[in-house]
T-cell receptor, first 114, second 112 residues
Framework: EAGVTQFPSHSVIEKGQTVTLRCDPI?????LYWYRRVMGKEIKFLLH????????ESGMPNNRFLAERTGGTYSTLKVQPAELEDSGVYFC????????????FGSGTRLTVV | RKEVEQDPGPFNVPEGATVAFNCTYS??????FFWYRQDCRKEPKLLMS???SGNEDGRFTAQLNRASQYISLLIRDSKLSDSATYLC?????????????FGTGTQLKVEL
């Protein structure tokens, strides 16, 4: 079974540019989550999709961040325009419905804004 | 106060030692509890779930004390390969109950 796949693995962009991160969840997993870890801080929740619907987006830092999951399959997280404080590692995770255990995480996208 | 608190370490222990990590959480309504392991520049991976009755998986034992809002992880006979950051994770603090809340992690270094 393929795991959670994230692309790109690394991205270096200039302040003010736009970056789009992609996540392909495990096939059949309705739940998809985005988390991020900024330098020196704990991993923090950004948002949760159930299929194509946003279940909880309470962790999105501001309106420069836009997440989509058209068709309920893969998801994208766009940052526009990027700021220096957006640098960090963005993790995607997925789980089946009624998951009682933790989730499976992707290997993350390391974003550096310079 | 952070929602999930851990001692960041590092814990430097010799191979074969027993090491214990502790974690406290602030919200008594939390539903599920986990220990994740994260290797350097890798994603977090589920190590084990934590139950009030305690659970053991080989050299690893996890325990939950709901009254004290305290979670522990015990590693016996430490191996070099156990070197990693151990993340205390709580599920269901807010919203629909699916959100994971992470501690900052405790770094373990097992040495020869």
């Amino acid at each position: 079974e393929a795991g959670v796949t994230q692309f790109p693995s690394h991205s270096v962009i200039e302040k003010g540019q736009t970056v789009t991160l992609r996540c392909d969840p495990i096939s059949g997993h309705d739940n998809l989550y985005w988390y991020r870890r900024v330098m020196g801080k704990e991993i923090k929740f950004l948002l949760h999709f159930v299929k194509e619907s946003k279940q909880d987006e309470s962790g999105m830092p501001n309106n420069r961040f836009l997440a989509e999951r058209t068709g309920g399959t893969y998801s994208t997280l766009k940052v526009q325009p990027a700021e220096l404080e957006d640098s960090g590692v963005y993790f995607c995770a997925s789980s089946p419905d009624r998951a009682v255990n933790g989730y499976t995480f992707g290997s993350g996208t390391r974003l550096t804004v310079v | 106060r952070k929602e999930v608190e851990q001692d960041p370490g590092p814990f430097n222990v010799p191979e074969g030692a027993t090491v214990a990590f502790n974690c406290t959480y602030s919200n008594s309504a939390s539903q599920s509890f986990f220990w994740y392991r994260q290797d350097c520049r890798k994603e977090p991976k589920l190590l084990m779930s934590v139950y009030s009755s305690g659970n053991e998986d080989g050299r690893f034992t996890a325990q939950l004390n709901r009254a004290s809002q305290y979670i522990s992880l015990l590693i016996r006979d430490s191996k070099l390969s156990d070197s990693a950051t151990y993340l205390c994770v709580v599920k269901g603090l807010t919203g629909g109950g699916n959100k994971l809340t992470f501690g900052t992690g405790t770094q373990l270094k097992v040495e020869l």
